[in-house]
């Protein structure tokens, strides 16, 4: 079993949807749960980080995190066709330089 | 977009050539990643380093080899180039903000390396 898993995808919705993207992990030790968006050809870039069990939103982007139940998960509100890309979520332990661990990613493709 | 170019942006080689992908950051940061990304199988690690001389290996790192001399450059080699090191590389940086905090990795554009 791979250290984190994500939903496989791809993913195709409609403009105005909404998405819920979501990863388990294995290792209880880990401590920051991140989401990366990564639009075509480009590098990966950091969309949002909690370090602790609950929610965090940012305008349309809600980040969750269960840890009893090795759980994240993004929430996209009102999807929009700019949020078409690949979504993927990473996870470390707490200390400096602790290597990220990552997904592999899933492909989100909003119709307008 | 952090200061973080990677060389060439594209290239095609022939197998058993040697190739040398090139990482170049303006942050100082300290630390520095080359992962690479396919198809099923995301973003993996192959090495780091954690400063000017100083790297060790990741998850992937067999056939790859690196080299830090200046803090603003990391180099990947590929020895000698095998079909199944076609790949998109992506460099990355951060710096340790210290105990507690997020490490935020920036990464580059990416690289696109095919071995025919």
């Known amino acids: 079993q791979k250290e984190v898993e994500q939903d496989p995808g791809p993913l195709s919705v409609p403009e105005g949807a909404i998405v819920s993207l979501n990863c388990t992990y294995s290792?209880?030790?880990?401590?920051?749960f991140m989401w990366y968006r990564q639009y075509s050809r480009k590098g990966p870039e950091l969309l949002m980080y909690?370090?602790?069990?609950g929610n965090k939103e940012d305008g349309r982007f809600t980040a969750q995190v269960d840890k009893s139940s090795k759980y994240i998960s993004l929430f996209i509100r009102d999807s929009q066709p700019s949020d078409s890309a690949t979504y993927l979520c990473?996870?470390?332990?707490?200390?400096?330089?602790?290597?990220?661990?990552f997904g592999k990613g899933i492909t989100l493709s909003v119709r307008p | 977009d952090a200061g973080i170019t990677q060389s060439p942006r594209h290239k095609v080689t022939e197998t058993g050539t040697p190739v040398t992908l090139r990482c170049h950051q303006t942050e100082n940061h300290r630390y520095m990643y080359w992962y690479r990304q396919d198809p099923g199988h995301g973003l993996r690690l192959i090495h780091y380093s954690y400063g000017v001389k100083d790297t060790d290996k990741g998850e992937v790192s067999d056939g790859y080899s690196v080299s830090r001399s200046k803090t603003e450059d990391f180099l990947l080699t590929l020895e000698s180039a095998t079909s199944s090191q076609t790949s998109v590389y992506f460099c990355?940086?951060?710096?340790?903000?210290?105990?507690?905090?997020?490490?935020?990795?920036?990464f580059g554009p990416g690289t696109r390396l095919t071995v025919l």
């Open positions: 290792n209880s030790a880990f401590q920051y």
């Open positions: 990355a940086i951060s710096e340790s903000q210290g105990q507690g905090a997020l490490d935020e990795q920036f």
């Open positions: 990473a996870m470390n332990l707490a200390g400096a330089n602790s290597k990220l661990t």
């Open positions: 909690t370090y602790s069990s």
